[in-house]
């Protein structure tokens, strides 16, 4: 993820509300890991780099006896940014990148029973992820934009896994060539 896709998101989340970073991590972890794989050290990073931007504002918040803790606020500033990057992001298209591709590329570097047990592994994953996703989708309301990214995400875990069919056949006929 690059750093204006974090900018959005982060912003995009502050826009909701006013988070401390703890929040935004935890939301993040809950509610939106499919999306983006945003380490908490780098979310806390991003947040303090839009606060000397001035897109973000903080103030201290202490809840009782606990320690005191930054809450962070989208500006004017941070809500023109946003907008424009969510323009940005909208209009364009980014392919996805995968450490997969990089696994499959040396596919034929196998013996080919590890490699049909290896991508049997991936699929069993896969089918899994699979199941997690449609009962996400079955949750949440249409009118839910989060819908949209839980539907897409559904569509890539099912275009993976007919892909995945589709190199085990290749691997399958390879395997008579070679042998």
């Given at each position: 993820?690059?750093v204006?896709?974090r900018?959005l998101?982060l912003l995009?989340?502050?826009?909701?509300?006013a988070?401390?970073g703890?929040?935004?991590n935890?939301?993040?972890?809950e509610?939106?890991?499919?999306?983006?794989?945003l380490k908490p050290?780098?979310?806390?990073?991003?947040?303090?780099r839009?606060?000397a931007?001035?897109?973000?504002q903080?103030?201290?918040e202490?809840p009782?006896?606990?320690?005191?803790?930054?809450?962070?606020?989208?500006?004017?500033?941070?809500e023109?940014?946003?907008?424009?990057?969510?323009?940005?992001?909208?209009?364009g298209?980014?392919?996805g990148?995968?450490?997969?591709d990089?696994?499959?590329?040396?596919?034929a570097?196998?013996p080919?029973?590890?490699?049909?047990r290896?991508l049997?592994?991936?699929?069993?994953?896969?089918?899994?992820?699979?199941?997690?996703?449609?009962e996400?989708a079955?949750?949440?309301?249409l009118?839910d934009?989060?819908?949209?990214?839980?539907?897409?995400?559904?569509?890539r875990?099912?275009?993976?896994?007919?892909?995945?069919?589709?190199a085990?056949?290749?691997?399958?006929?390879?395997?008579l060539?070679?042998?």
């Amino acid at each position: 993820m690059n750093v204006e896709d974090r900018k959005l998101l982060l912003l995009g989340l502050l826009r909701i509300q006013a988070m401390h970073g703890y929040q935004l991590n935890q939301f993040l972890d809950e509610h939106l890991d499919f999306i983006a794989s945003l380490k908490p050290s780098t979310a806390y990073y991003t947040l303090e780099r839009m606060a000397a931007e001035g897109l973000v504002q903080t103030h201290a918040e202490q809840p009782g006896r606990r320690p005191a803790r930054q809450i962070y606020d989208i500006t004017p500033a941070g809500e023109a940014l946003y907008q424009e990057l969510l323009k940005q992001n909208l209009s364009g298209y980014a392919m996805g990148e995968s450490g997969d591709d990089i696994g499959i590329g040396f596919l034929a570097d196998l013996p080919p029973a590890e490699a049909e047990r290896c991508l049997a592994l991936k699929r069993a994953i896969l089918q899994e992820k699979i199941v997690q996703f449609e009962e996400m989708a079955g949750r949440i309301t249409l009118s839910d934009a989060t819908h949209l990214a839980v539907r897409r995400t559904l569509h890539r875990l099912r275009a993976d896994e007919v892909w995945l069919e589709e190199a085990g056949q290749w691997l399958a006929r390879a395997a008579l060539t070679d042998g």
